[in-house]
């Protein structure tokens, strides 16, 4: 399994996945997953998109099989993030990739194309929030900050509890909803709880989005739970070349729910930026 390793910073685990025809050198293509998930989140999208890109999956730093060995109050901040990014887009001997984040992943998306444009071919998000602390309120958390709810119930029983009904239709198949919180389980609760406390609690995208000059494409479900209207149209009127695709879905997690809508949506956009027809 390929690692990015460099001395004194922890190991950047990531998948590559690529059916590119070898004499096209086909561009990258960087799918970042979200709050306490990892590389394996995004398996679904693989077969649509790795024919005519060379797909890398990271873990954040602390997350999947990346390291946790990095101090975690001063070694979790937004230039640290960017930093593992920079390093493996240097690594795959790539100029710039084309990034498609989900949730935490388009967070983190939004301030890394508006600092480092150069890196960014396009920017896709998906049901990402542009300012945390106006997100929609849910009552899974009962009264309690998501912060305490992680603290007090662990990661597997957080992932457990914020699932069905919020992030998928509470009737969904129970393999999949035991899979989904055994996956996000295995996240470090600590590296979660300094994830929160360092980025997500306060995020606020609005300084970066009229930096943003990379195209931009916004999927987000009609009626999630979390990402409003006000946000949606905040977007709108800050990212100069922006365009916003809504599914019908009243559930946060679009990117599993409706994988081959979303995944068709960021090939077609990425390869109409690029000239590649996406289609044999």
């Known amino acids: 399994m390929p690692f990015l390793k460099r001395p004194g910073k922890p190991d950047i685990h990531y998948e590559l996945d690529d059916f590119t025809d070898p004499w096209k050198n086909a561009p990258y293509l960087l799918l970042q997953h979200g709050f306490g998930r990892s590389s394996q989140f995004w398996y679904t ?10 797909v890398i999956r ?22 640290d993030y960017f930093g593992d990014m920079i390093a493996l887009i240097d690594h ?26 150069e890196r960014v071919r396009t920017l896709s998000i998906m049901a990402s929030t542009v300012k945390e602390h106006t997100a929609r309120g ?10 305490e709810a992680i603290e007090k119930l662990g990661a597997r029983a957080w992932a457990e509890a914020s699932g069905a009904g919020r992030r998928f239709p509470p009737d969904s198949d129970p ?15 600590q590296v979660l709880l300094a994830m929160n406390r360092n980025v997500v609690a306060n995020f606020d995208a609005s300084a970066y989005l009229p ?19 006000e946000q949606i ?22 990117n599993i729910l409706q994988p ?21």
């Open 45 to 54: 999208w693989v077969p649509y998109l790795s024919r005519f890109y060379k």
């Open 58 to 79: 990271p873990d954040l730093r602390g997350l999947g099989q990346s390291s946790a060995n990095f101090d975690l109050e001063r070694e979790l901040t937004l230039d």
């Open 92 to 117: 795959l001997g790539a100029d710039s990739v084309h990034y498609c984040g989900e949730s935490l992943g388009g967070i983190l998306g939004m301030p890394f194309a508006a600092t480092h444009p």
């Open 138 to 147: 849910t009552d899974y958390l009962k009264g309690r900050s998501r912060l």
């Open 175 to 189: 393999g999949f909803l035991k899979w989904f919180a055994d996956e996000m389980g295995k996240s470090n609760t």
């Open 211 to 229: 930096r943003i000059q990379a195209p931009t494409l916004g999927i987000y479900p009609t009626a999630g739970p979390i990402t409003n209207e």
């Open 233 to 254: 149209d905040f977007l709108k009127a800050q990212v100069k070349n922006i365009s916003i695709v809504r599914l019908p879905s009243n559930f946060h997690s679009i």
């Open 260 to 280: 081959a809508a979303c995944a068709t949506h960021v090939l077609h956009f990425a390869a109409r930026h690029d000239g590649i027809p996406c289609r044999e």
